[in-house]
């Protein structure tokens, strides 16, 4: 690929609302479905079941946003796809009613989700042997450093492990500045990221020996990229993501 394209938060949230708002009218439900099956499918491509024949968990870390509802729908698809996921979502965010209908259809899923209350448990699955890899749906293009707790300790924990135990970051890895990248700690570095819609700027500070590059959430037509001063991506067939 050349000159990789990236929006600032500013666009990013911009490009968020006109697709939200009145005239184009779609809700988040339908992105947040379409970002976290794009992040599952990111996941089956670079941890195929059939190459990981003993261990198939995945810990989903959710945060109290937008970006921690898309870890929602992923684990979701991930169970559908054969994995075995496991939520940790401390902190439950009541900003819309939609993240509690996420909740109960992953109870229908019989996906376990560790709560507050068993927030000693969670680091139980930062055991290389055990889990496959780890998603983290903590923060995205909203999140303003410092990190506050009890994320900060979360965050911490993870940077310890993410060596051993893969990290796949959606849309932004957290800790890193939107368009700064990783200036403050504690931050992760992830070995995979999945850029929703488009990158935004801290993706430049991604190394590709380390970290491969997605992009997913497919739902933007053409002339909708070119406004935002980006070309469309060059998605192949049905695929919903795209490895840059
Ligand atoms: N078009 C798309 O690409 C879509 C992207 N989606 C995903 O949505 C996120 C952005 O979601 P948003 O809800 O705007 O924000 P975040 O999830 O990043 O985080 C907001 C919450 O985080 C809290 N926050 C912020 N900074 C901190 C901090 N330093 N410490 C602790 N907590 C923090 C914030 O709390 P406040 O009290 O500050 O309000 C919020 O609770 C995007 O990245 C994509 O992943 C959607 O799925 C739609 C389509
Ligand atoms: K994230």
New binding site residues.
């Given amino acids: 690929m050349t000159a990789l394209k990236v929006v600032s938060s500013k666009f990013?949230?911009e490009?968020?609302q006109e697709?939200?708002g009145s005239k184009v009218g779609?809700t988040?439900q339908q992105?947040?479905e379409?970002?976290?099956f794009s992040v599952a499918q990111t996941i089956q491509r670079e941890y195929p079941l059939e190459q990981n024949k003993n261990k198939n968990e995945v810990l989903i870390i959710v945060?109290?946003?937008?970006?921690?509802?898309?870890g929602l729908?992923c684990a979701r698809h991930l169970k559908l796809f054969g994995y075995n996921p496991i939520v940790y979502y401390p902190?439950r965010?009541k900003?819309t009613p939609f993240y509690g209908q996420l909740v109960n259809q992953l109870e229908f899923f019989q996906v376990p989700i560790l709560t507050e209350e068993q927030s000693t448990k969670w680091v139980d699955y930062l055991k290389p042997e055990k889990t496959l890899c780890i998603v983290d749906?903590?923060?995205?293009?909203?999140?303003?450093?410092?990190?506050?707790?009890p994320?900060?300790s979360i965050v911490a924990e993870m940077h310890k492990v993410e060596d051993k135990i893969p990290i796949v970051a959606?849309?932004?890895p957290t800790g890193w500045d939107?368009d700064e990248g990783p200036v403050a700690e504690p931050h992760t570095t992830p070995r995979v990221l999945v850029?929703?819609?488009?990158p935004?700027p801290c993706s430049k500070f991604i190394k590709p020996e380390r970290t491969a590059h997605y992009v997913g959430?497919r739902?933007?037509p053409n002339h909708f990229a070119e406004k935002y001063g980006f070309e469309p991506f060059p998605y192949q067939g049905t695929d919903q993501v795209l490895k840059l």
Avoid at 63 to 70: E, K, M, R, S, T
Avoid at 137 to 149: D, M
Wanted: hydrophobic share 50%; no cysteine.
């Fill in positions: 990013a949230s490009i968020d697709l939200m779609f988040l992105l947040m379409l970002a976290g945060g109290p946003g937008n970006n921690g509802g898309d729908v902190i965010s900003r749906a903590i923060f995205g293009f909203s999140f303003k450093p410092p990190i506050r707790e994320f900060g959606v849309d932004i939107v850029s929703l819609t488009v935004k959430g739902f933007i």
